[in-house]
């Protein structure tokens, strides 16, 4: 809530996870900017991986959004997928691209 208060909605998803990530180093929150994260498949590992926007205590995907349309089916299926490849069980989508922050905590 303090990275909306202050700066407000409209910017880029950047701008966001520049803030968050301040936001983070200064309440000493345990978290990984852009984790690569490997995907198995049938007991194989992928040679491609995907990126959290912020790994949290190892135990929460956080995806940050800045979207006029606010949080869209795309981003929810996007964060559960990364959820189950992960086997991280809690995710949180953010969208600043509102009047209002809005998030949707989601459990896999």
Do not use: P
Request: hydrophobic content about 40%; glycine content about 6%; aromatic content about 14%.
């Amino acid at each position: 809530m303090n990275v909306y208060n202050t700066l407000g909605y409209g910017f880029a998803e950047v701008v966001y996870k520049d803030a968050m990530e301040l936001e983070f180093i200064k309440k000493e929150v345990n978290y990984i900017r852009e984790e690569a994260l490997q995907i198995n498949y049938k007991g194989q590992l992928l040679k491609h991986y995907f990126f959290s926007d912020f790994t949290i205590n190892q135990n929460i995907i956080v995806e940050v959004k800045s979207n006029k349309e606010g949080i869209i089916d795309e981003y929810i299926s996007q964060t559960l997928n990364y959820l189950k490849a992960s086997g991280i069980k809690l995710g949180l989508v953010v969208n600043f691209g509102k009047s209002s922050v809005e998030y949707k905590r989601l459990i896999y």
